[in-house]
């Protein structure tokens, strides 16, 4: 079932407060149930052994991850991806990727603030 894995890492612009919002979210922020295709099993901001932040989220299905993480030197954040079912899968992941992490970083908008009231 599963291929040759396949392991990369892309750049995004983000602001300096995208950049803080990105190394200070919670789990729950991430309102995706599902990255290429399957369902995330995880997703994490602390480390499982220690409970240290890990200053950004990584995100986990059952054949692939993706961790996102802020530049301490430039304005980008940096996703890492990596697939154990190949190359195509890879680019789905690190599409995927750019948009929960884009999501996430959106401030709140007036619609949803008044939806919650």
């Known amino acids: 079932e599963f291929g040759e894995p396949v392991y990369d890492r892309v750049e995004a612009p983000a602001t300096p407060a995208q950049k803080k919002r990105l190394a200070q979210l919670s789990p729950r922020q991430i309102r995706s149930a599902e990255l290429a295709g399957e369902k995330i099993q995880s997703i994490l901001t602390q480390a ?9 989220l990584k995100v986990v299905t059952q054949s692939g991850w993706f961790a996102a993480r802020p530049s301490g030197t430039e304005d980008i954040y940096k996703i890492y991806a990596e ?3 190949g190359a195509d ?19 709140p908008t007036q619609d949803a ?5």
């Not at 499982?48 to 200053?55: L, T």
């Not at 899968?89 to 401030?107: C, F, G, N, Y």
């Not at 603030?113 to 009231?117: G, H, L, R």
């Open 48 to 56: 499982p052994g220690n409970g240290a932040a890990i200053g950004g």
């Open 83 to 85: 697939s154990f079912r």
């Open 113 to 117: 603030a008044k939806s919650t009231s």
């Open 89 to 107: 899968h890879l680019r789905r992941i690190q599409e995927e990727a750019q948009t929960i992490v884009s999501d996430a970083l959106a401030p």
